[in-house]
């Protein structure tokens, strides 16, 4: 990297540093404690600063010195607070002397925090210095002699308690006290410890040399991290310069208000139908049995009106009808087929029934109570209805879904024209070129077609159907023009423009997912 | 719509008719001619020669078999009707059925004829029953309307009689039984009493069918005896009956069978039905019976419908090579249905039909033509605007199921008993989870919360959609509504951060509101206020209460408002 580069992008820390390192002249170099002291760092950011700059090779080190340094175990750190065994043993001889009482290594070992270990090596040190006698029984006897061990041991408690100090720094007998009891391989009980502390002294290399001197004749300006409101306002930024940042790092995650990617591809759906003059028409999730099958001429004792495939209602059980007039119509094209033309179904119509409450099953309920209201001719209308169907749940059966109908009224409308509609939603809605129509079943339409097309990533695959209402359901309705019925399967679409395989998982409830779902529609 | 097995070697047969030999064909081929009869291959064996065919038009039910799909195709292919004499000659017929007095209250019809002449394979059973169980199983509601016996015929005595008889004192071995045993017992044992025992529920005499010579046949329509209701391969002549509760039906189910087996080459021999009272088909009636009435249709009538001009004579073939019957008169046809059939309800049966017969390929696409404008209701407009400003405040878009249960909608909102707590509830439950619509919208995104602590924070939802409020004065004894949900969860999650976003949603929306404090259980007391416009509530706002937090596990704060668009414009 440039010279200029690194410059450019060396964190004040590292400036610090390098500044400091130069102020010495001749140039020396500094131990790491000298530098932190002199560059006025905490010893963390000292240690992060001179990282950064030997992998930049802007300093290097000098010498590595290794020091053996003196500090106190946890039981060093009691003896300090209380007293070494060598103290308590020389003590309770002393005081056995006065007393005139026996003192045996037995009773000294039965003392509390006193072990076996500890009373032998202190007996031991204390009656090679002369300060002891044992005699006979294990009896101890004071000689009245001082030991140096007792009295040196004390202030260096003291003051290795204070600071941890290099063990040079003591004089050789001192030395030797803490060789004596420091902690070593076999003997961890000892009040001092002796570590190797590496001290490190940093030069400049040429190149940080070189740096500082850019540093330098880049004059006093100073750098900053962040723009702020203060230094655009008084235009001080210009006597300052911008950090560089490391922008090749990963991006941090951010949470954004976005559309359901499902809610999206309905909305493309939508966005289309609108486009090709089709009105929207709302209902409700609740719907007498009336509209939702008997309307669209589904006998009464229809298998898709078994308990075990339509939702009803628990309380109300049966809607409250004030006007019974297009109950009965309805009713006598079931029985006879009315005014229709019809023989129809031939059993006598429950209006009983046509009251009863259930969760709309089909989307065309909506498309039955348009009928009723007097629609324009000629008229597109489509819904997008949430529908219910009693089904197990599984990998492709969901208990509510939604379902994209619609209906087409015009006098031109016919088999022909009807094919035509299927054609436009090939194109339009799977961009679609191949289409193939199949004959199909629905107890509402007559004759009734299936779309298949050639999507251009699933290849063959149903995408509706459809077909002319029969007179049966237009004309009790009011509507005497021909009427194409129309639907969507738009699932299979949508699970793979949102690349899942479960139907379950278009209302699933894990917001990781959703978050991170792309629609590719 | 029922799904079926059949075998390629007994249908290649049966297309080229049964005394000539086979002409394999290929599954494409089957594939295409199954257009023919809104069938679709669902599966090929090649091993075993089975192909699945679903069937697709629950009113042709002589579609439901081998036999009607190979005569449906074999009709187009040779442009002429398979005569069935026995349903259009006068017959004499030999045997009689005695119909009891006393059957009306139970099961009032029955239909019968013999076969003879066909020796039944091993695959021809397995379609004789495979049919005989769709038939009663879908066309005849579980055995309901219609079901359906067969026998062996040289076991018989004529004449047969149709009676009740008291289940406790009457007894045979049944199919599947290797004991005698009373009714009474069949139906509390017998694994088809237990199924379709519940059809006779309440009757103290049920039907019987019993030879002259005091042999029981069956106990209809439950189960056949063992001793003479088990036909087996190698049987050549047998006794076929239906009985049920609707005549037409039941004799189109005998119609659709006794074709059957003339197809596989049996000779038919139609039986008289004799009632103690009158039917709607007289008091004797001889089965098979040609039920066929005939309908006039005007040609423009056909030719509207589909948008061609075909004439006379294109309409008379397409028809003829369907099976119908059919003499042209001045611009219009005189057609008749097969005698099999009984699904002409309106011309524009037959209009589907034509189509059908030359193929829907044969049919242009025209776009229709006439401009219309489109556009959405003001409800989507509304809720769309809402749902683009929700996104522009930060909002993750959530979309749930509205079939939930109480204890999600209510019980852990702790309102179970109060206004805001009362849902529309579904009468036959699969399952509790699935057992009502949601009422408002809260709890639909508190789902998410409980199953996302491990997305990182903050959360900001929002779903709009429709509810169900029950309403006594509707209609339908409940509103559907849209309404707008929100949350938003992190650990300081605060009242003001979600009032700030309803109150810049207002102000985009263009209204008017003020929050009305409301002591509500979902939220922390003093925590919570009604949205109103106008003085009219409209909403909630507040934070949830931890309680509610609690029974969710949900280890987070959250606050929430829930929203309602159609009351925001009025719709209500």
Not at chain 1, 340 to 366: E, N
Not at chain 1, 378 to 404: E, L, M
Not at chain 1, 474 to 501: E, F, K, Q, S, Y
Request: glycine share 8%.
């Amino acid at each position: 990297m440039e010279i200029s580069n690194i410059i450019d992008s060396l964190h004040p820390l590292e400036i610090k540093v390098l500044m400091t390192l130069s102020a010495r002249q001749p140039a020396v170099a500094l131990k790491s404690e000298e530098l932190a002291i002199a560059a006025e760092l905490e010893p963390s950011q000292l240690s992060m600063a001179v990282e950064w700059l030997l992998a930049k090779a802007l300093i290097e080190i000098q010498a590595e010195i290794v020091t053996p340094v003196v500090s106190l175990t946890k039981i060093g750190e009691e003896y300090y607070q209380t007293a070494a065994p060598i103290e308590r043993i020389l003590a309770s001889a002393r005081d056995a002397a006065g007393t005139g009482k026996r003192l045996t290594i037995g009773d000294l070992q039965t003392q509390p925090g006193l072990d076996p270990s500890d009373v032998s090596k202190a007996v031991g040190r204390l009656k090679k210095e002369g300060v002891l006698l044992i005699i006979q029984g294990g009896c101890i006897e004071t000689t009245g002699r001082s030991s140096p061990t007792a009295e040196a041991l004390r202030p260096l408690l003291e003051e290795v308690h204070e600071s941890s100090r290099e063990l040079a720094s003591f004089s050789p007998e001192r030395q030797q006290l803490i060789e004596d009891y420091s902690v070593k391989r076999g003997n961890a009980k000892e009040p001092f410890r002796v570590d190797e502390r590496v001290t490190r002294s940093f030069v400049l290399s040429p190149s940080g040399t070189s740096a500082v001197e850019q540093l330098m004749n880049q004059g006093l300006v100073e750098e900053v991290s962040q723009l702020s409101p203060e230094l655009l306002k008084d235009g001080s930024w210009r006597q300052k310069r911008f950090r560089k940042y490391t922008i090749s790092l990963r991006a941090p995650r951010v949470g954004t208000g976005k559309k359901h990617p499902y809610r999206e591809f309905l909305d493309t759906v939508k966005a289309k139908l609108v486009s090709m003059g089709f009105q929207e028409m709302r209902g409700a999730l609740v719907e007498t049995e009336f509209w939702n099958m008997d309307a669209l001429f589904m006998p009464q004792f229809h298998p898709a009106r078994d308990i075990h495939d339509v939702y009803f209602v628990k309380q109300p059980t049966h809607a409250a009808m004030a006007d019974e007039s297009i109950l009965s119509k309805v009713g006598n094209v079931h029985e006879n087929g009315g005014k229709t033309g019809s023989s129809g179904w031939g059993y006598a119509f429950d209006l009983q029934r046509a009251k009863r409450l259930v969760l709309r099953s089909q989307g065309t309920a909506v498309s039955a109570r348009t009928l009723a209201a007097s629609p324009n001719i000629p008229g597109k209308y489509f819904s997008i209805a949430r529908c219910f169907r009693y089904d197990q749940v599984d990998a492709t059966h969901a208990t509510d879904f939604f379902q994209v109908e619609g209906i087409v009224l015009g006098e031109d409308i016919n088999f022909r024209t009807l094919l035509g509609l299927l054609n436009l939603f090939a194109h339009e809605v799977a961009q679609a070129k191949e289409v193939k129509f199949l004959p199909a079943y629905f107890p509402f339409t007559e004759p009734s077609v299936e779309l298949h097309v050639r999507h251009p990533r699933l290849g063959w695959m149903e995408l509706g159907g459809a077909g002319l209402f029969r007179p049966e359901v237009t004309v009790p309705l009011g509507v005497t023009a021909p009427v194409i019925a129309w639907g969507l399967g738009l699932d299979r679409m949508a699970m793979v423009a949102l690349g899942i395989h479960d139907i379950r998982e278009l209302f699933t409830d894990n917001l990781e997912l959703i978050r991170t779902t792309r629609g590719l529609f | 719509m029922p799904t079926i097995t059949i075998f390629k070697d007994d249908f290649e047969s049966l297309l080229t008719g049964a005394r000539t030999t086979n002409r394999p064909v290929s599954i494409e081929q089957v594939e295409e001619w199954l257009m023919l009869v809104k069938g679709e291959l669902k599966g090929h064996n090649p091993e075993t020669g089975e192909l699945r065919v679903e069937l697709q038009d629950s009113n042709r039910p002589d579609l439901w078999c081998c036999e009607g799909i190979a005569r449906q195709i074999r009709i187009k292919q040779q442009g002429k009707m398979t005569p069935y004499p026995f349903l259009t000659e006068k017959v004499k017929p030999k045997a009689k059925v005695i119909v009891k007095p006393g059957m009306e209250q139970v099961r009032p019809y029955v239909a019968a004829c013999a076969a003879r002449g066909y020796q039944v394979t091993s695959k021809g059973l397995a379609q004789l029953i495979q049919t005989q169980e769709k038939l009663a199983e879908i066309f005849g509601h579980k055995r309901k309307t219609v079901s359906i016996g067969i026998y062996q015929l040289p076991k018989i005595t004529f004449p047969v009689t149709y009676e009740l008889v008291k289940p406790g004192e009457t007894r045979f071995t049944p199919l599947g039984m290797e004991t005698v045993m009373t009714l009474a017992e069949m139906l509390m044992v017998h694994p088809k009493g237990v199924e379709y025992g519940g059809i006779l529920a309440g009757a103290n005499l049920v039907p019987i069918l019993r030879d002259a010579a005091n042999q029981l046949l069956s106990f209809p329509p439950i189960i056949n005896s063992r001793e003479v209701g088990e036909v087996q391969v190698g049987d050549d002549q047998l006794f076929v009956e239906v009985t049920g509760t609707d005549l037409p039906m039941v004799v189109l189910t005998l119609n659709i069978f006794s074709t059957n087996l003339a197809d596989r080459g049996a000779t038919i021999e139609p039986i008289i039905v004799e009632y103690s009272k009158r039917t709607s088909l007289g008091k004797r009636v001889t089965t098979p019976k040609d039920l066929r009435k005939s309908k006039t249709i005007p040609i423009p009538t056909i030719e509207h419908a589909l948008g061609q001009e075909l004439g006379i004579k294109v309409v008379k073939q397409a028809l003829e090579d369907y099976g119908y019957e059919v003499s042209a008169g001045k611009g219009s046809v005189r057609v008749k249905l097969p005698p099999y059939r009984q699904d002409l309800m309106h011309t524009m049966d037959v209009v589907e039909d034509v189509a059908m017969s030359r193929g829907y390929a044969e049919f242009t696409p025209v776009m229709p033509a006439q401009f219309t404008v489109g556009g959405l209701s003001r409800i989507e407009q509304v809720s769309d605007r809402a749902r683009e400003l929700m996104v522009g405040l930060g909002f993750q878009e959530i979309i749930s199921n509205i079939l939930g249960s109480p204890e999600q909608y209510s019980g852990h909102m702790r309102i179970d008993e109060t206004e805001w707590g009362q849902t529309v509830k579904v009468d036959n439950v699969m399952t509790l989870s699935f057992s009502c619509l949601r009422q408002w919208m809260v709890p639909s995104l508190l789902r998410i919360e409980a199953a996302s602590s491990r997305a990182f924070y903050p959360h900001r939802l929002f779903e709009a959609g429709d509810v169900a409020i029950p309403d006594a004065a509707h209609e339908v004894g409940s509103r559907t509504e849209t309404v707008l949900g929100a949350v938003i969860a992190h650990a300081s999650a605060h009242f003001s951060e979600i009032h700030s976003c309803l109150d810049t949603l207002f102000y985009h929306l263009g209204k008017e509101y003020r929050l009305e404090p409301v002591p509500h259980p979902s939220f922390l007391e003093g925590r919570a206020g009604r949205i109103l416009i106008e003085d009219k509530a409209i909403g909630i706002i507040g934070e949830i209460h931890p309680e509610v937090l609690e029974r969710w596990q949900i280890a987070m704060p959250v606050v929430a408002f829930d929203l309602n668009l159609s009351q925001l414009i009025g719709q209500a």
